[in-house]
């Protein structure tokens, strides 16, 4: 049976993605598929999705992250609840 969670996003997150959305059409796409993944396997379970745990980052301080494409999303899971802390673009030239 698969588990479903919600997702919430904070404040800060909502800011930026509506910031990002303005110049990134694309991104609506992006997060679409951020969410279906993050509803049914935030912990990645699976070992399919392109998600990591932060070290060194504590509960509370967004310590996942989902790639994809050149999105990061950052996100806590407590219980059953996702909330999205962050979103960023990574640049072109960053590697």
Not at 8 to 19: E, G, I, L, V
Not at 65 to 77: A, K, L, M, T
Not at 78 to 89: D, H
């Amino acid at each position: 049976m698969m588990q479903v969670f919600s997702v919430q996003s904070t404040s800060h997150f909502d800011r930026t993605f509506r910031k990002l959305v303005k110049k990134h059409r694309e991104l609506v796409d992006a997060f679409a598929k951020v969410l279906h993944i993050l509803k049914s396997d935030p912990y990645n379970t699976t070992r399919s999705h392109p998600i990591k745990k932060l070290e060194g980052v504590k509960s509370g301080d967004a310590e996942y992250r989902i790639r994809v494409g050149r999105w990061r999303f950052r996100y806590d899971v407590i219980e059953r609840t996702v909330y999205l802390k962050a979103c960023s673009l990574r640049r072109e030239d960053t590697y």
